[in-house]
DNA sequence: AATACATATCGAAAAAAGTCAATGTGTAAA
DNA sequence: TTTACACATTGACTTTTTTCGATATGTATT
């Protein structure tokens, strides 16, 4: 039996625009807070909010340096939420048409 | 350039712990509505409600017969969205570190 | 030790999403 | 043509999420 709520917390990270933005940016290469807030329109503060929902998912890790935190896309993150999302689209084998009431 | 929106939406169908739930059962096959409100703890306006988030994700595909909708989830629409995630959360070609400011 | 910088956290406000009861719409049976 | 049923839509309310400015924390430089 499948843990709806933690599920849920992976996907998360796919459902805000800011996020995938932020996914868009991470593809191509670590980059730094620092960096990661000069392309967007949002405060230092919500950018925090965002790399830690990302964190939270699983799909990005931070690395920190002295003053800086670089974020990355995790492989093995990614793999998991592919492997959920696998999970919960596919038929299970006895799948069949159930009667209306 | 993608549209961040649009994708977003996509991944909106997972985000919620009734229409993770929904899909579990829509796993074992094609459900009418009736069927899935008798198994979930909502109102018969909020199952419509997550059934159109789905629909609109294009993660489940509504087929009308009568008084019934039979609710099923949607091949293409599942590896659409396997797609997607695929593409959010690969490296580019080119991917390389970028230095702070 | 004082300052500057990068990022996190807090608290409040705004926006978005989830929820329900009531009502509307379409279909089938009586 | 009533009546009953299945589902959608509406409007109001609640909860969650997003957002920001202010402030805290930790690190490096002067």
Redesign the pocket.
Known sequence: MRNHAADAKVF?AF??E??LQILQMLRNGEK???VL?EHL?????????????LCDSGIVV?RKE?????YSISASGSEYAKHLLELLTTQTDSAQQTD??
Do not use: E, F, P, V
């Not at 405060?43 to 929902?53: A, F, G, P, R, V």
């Not at 002295?66 to 670089?70: A, E, I, L, M, Q």
């Open positions: 998360k459902c805000d800011n996020r730094c807070a620092c807030l329109q949002i405060s230092q503060s919500t950018l925090s909010h965002h790399m830690k929902i931070g002295g003053k800086w935190t670089h209306c009431k």
